[in-house]
């Protein structure tokens, strides 16, 4: 028992019998304690001691007794209140039942007639509370008990209470506040003092819209981000969000969310009437409002209009004075379901782009095939188009006037006229970030490293090199229209910041913020990502390479991962189209070729690149840490165990691969080199082979272990092949090394043939080889693959078509022939076009794939106007 507890239970030893800890809140620790007088259980709550000093024990208990006359049923009562051993408690009820922030956190969403059920019941305890001069000031789930399904208020007048006491007005002290931020009232928020019964309506709205929906009106991940969004934003609409919540049920907690106090209801009973009246509008509630002003308030409106109808020199100042500049658009929400050909796609790359006047949007889309290409919407209108020539295209970008839409496919930038045309080839290069900036000038990102290109094609040019000993890469840069610099992330040791480069002399300067896909907003904003998947807008002196201003939360979950930018789109204008959602949480799925489907319970994690051990009774991954930091580790899944081990702590393991005991593992590290690894925890990583200033990635030990299959990148050779030997000397030799990209490689189970993807053809196809020096490849597929994997003997070939597994047999010989493919698996894979993201078990019978967590069948972005706009009129 704690010093304080044992203090407590002795000084209220004649009275009650604390039995145990029942919970912790801002102000208070509350005990299960016994009655001992009356032979029943209460709820013991005493206040935090520093929060005590400040608000004077005399004072507070004083205040108190207000509320000890609230005698209704959906009112907790106050039994009792003093002071024991320099601790200031009271004592409520004990309420067998939860809390409606319990039922929340189990259930997230309640059934329509339930929320406005337990709504009216609060503001019938509102109302009668408002009745005897007492506001509570804290409306929230946690302090809504259920005791029996019907409302119970707790803590009513405890922060009335606080706010009188002596330390009220010191209360920001100590960092404490009156009131939660995802509940205040915009004027609790601006701290007024003088707050009214409307302060307690707009909680209540708060609270039964996020009965209605999981969430409160407004979030963030911060108390000032949230407040910054109750003083500056309308929230989303209820019945776009959940279509069963009537209209008259939205119109009521629209009103009483309404940002000024006067327009909202005038009592918490009217509140309750306008969710039990059908035909309640929000116009209802403006004539209301109107009707509810005194004569006095009518009179002083009137009275300006009075005298100048009686003064002509009053009319023609009102006629002639300058005009306000007119307020600016609401901010406006709606999202963009998509079903059948034409479904975005959520797969490599960003898949979205907004054009710079924000009219329309392009995006990667699916048709009937599943098979993908570029699409491009106008807002206004419900149809997408397809582009001809983009299939498999990623990154898509605008031109700077919106007529030509640019993109990455093959290995190549390339773009094409919205207005109709020929795919035309820019350069041929790996990117995974593009901007179209001034002056035709295009620049990428491409082996960590920021390149630019002429808009009409030509020979890339090197810009800037990131500094390799200190780990750094430079990704997703953003070109400004005025040609004055280039937004972009630097990633640093796994850490993302923000970073700018002037032109024309090409110096880096460092913004000091951390964050990720910065992008350039008209008006000196720039928009950028917080790795938890918050959007942030702050003012930005491009002259000056800083951030003037502190930053502004816009919308949160936007979907991102370590991998590649975020699914996000941000027009000059400030328009704004992404993907909600956490692509960084993956969940690892088994399939059999029945098709039946299961989850592993595995931890919610970003796994990627999965492999089958060699008795199929386990799985190495690589996991990607990305709430903190960009970095990766090798974890090992064990199936008959149910566990998950991580093997690696070097923050930097990528890919790997089983040694033919099954005991260890091949994987590669930092600056290149290749390690080996026990599984079982014992020992230290093995080095085996250095390959600095390249990527290597897919490895495949040999079914012999004697040595190793990669797939290498470098600025100078692409995507090629190259074979390593594990016993000594360890030597390196290319085994396909040519103009095109090879990757996605496979060794079959005698290690005598090779698979790979190769774009030779101009699309990515699969071609089979054997490992020997000079032999020649065959063509297996016709229409397009993806990663392929050997079935068990090395005669079944399986690949990747877009979310299919397909199946060929293949009769080796002197020139082997391949059967038609046929379908073994359907599933949503997380497509990555550098990657094996799919395994087979040794036996043939097992699939793992990943897949994101939570993944919708019919897809959606969101789309934001004039958030920017609204941004701008206040000058922030």
Known sequence: MTAPLQRLTLALADRYRIERELGQGGMATVYLAQDLRHDRKVALKVLRPELAAILGGDRFLKEIKTTAN???????????????????????????????????????????????????????????????????????????????GHAQVADFGIALAVSRSDGGTRMTETGMSLGTPHYMSPEQAMGERE?????????????????????????????????????????RSLTLQRRTIPPHVEAAVVTALSKLPADRFASAALFSAALGNTAFTTTTATRAATAARSPRTKAAAALPWTLLALTAAGLAWALLRPRPSPAPPPVTRFTIAFEGAGRISDGAGSPIAVSPDGSRIAYIGRDSTRAT?????????????????????????????????????????????????????ICECNANGISWGADDIIYFSSSNSLHRVSGAGGRPELLLAPDTAKGESLRWPDALPDGSGVLLTLVRQGAPTLGFVSLPDGKLHELGQPGMYPRWVNGGYLAFLQQDGTLFAAPFDAKAARLSGAPVPIVDRVRSGPAFPAKLGIARTGTLAYMGGQTALRELVLADREGHLSVLPAPSRFYDRPKFSPDGERIAMQVLDFATRLTSDIWVADLRAGNLSRITFDSSSSDASWMPDGRRLVYTGRQGTFYRIATDGSGVPESLLARPNRTAAELHVSPDGKFLAFRETDARTRRDVWVAALDTPRTVRPLLHTPFEERSIALSPDGKWLAYISNETGTDELFVRRLEEGSGHWRVSRTGAGEPRWGPGGRELLYRVADTVVSVTMEAGAQPRFSDPRQVLVGRFNSDRNATIWDISPDGRRFIFTRAQGESDTPSISIVLHWFDRLRAAGK
């Open 373 to 425: 290409w570029l699409y491009f919407r106008v807002l206004d209108r419900e149809e997408p188009a397809q582009i001809a020539g983009t299939s498999g295209a990623i990154a898509p970008f605008f031109s700077p006037d919106g007529a030509t839409l640019g993109f990455s496919q093959d290995g190549k930038i390339r773009k094409v006229g919205l207005g109709g045309g020929a795919v035309v080839t």
């Open 195 to 235: 707050v009214t019964a409307k302060a307690d309506i707009y909680a209540l709205g708060c609270v039964l819209y996020e009965m209605l929906t999981a969430e409160p009106p407004f979030n963030g991940p911060t108390a000032q981000a949230i407040i910054a969004r109750v003083m500056t934003e309308e929230p």
């Open 70 to 148: 609230l005698q209704h049923p959906h009112i907790l009562s106050l039994f009792d209140s003093g002071e024991a051993d320099g601790m200031v408690y009271y004592v409520m009820p004990f309420v067998q039942g939860e809390s409606l922030r319990d039922r929340l956190n189990r259930e997230h969403q309640l059934p329509v007639e339930d929320a406005v059920r337990i709504a009216r019941e609060v503001a019938d305890a509102l109302e009668y509370a408002h009745g005897h001069g007492v506001i509570h000031r804290d409306i929230k789930p946690e302090n809504i008990l259920l005791h029996g």
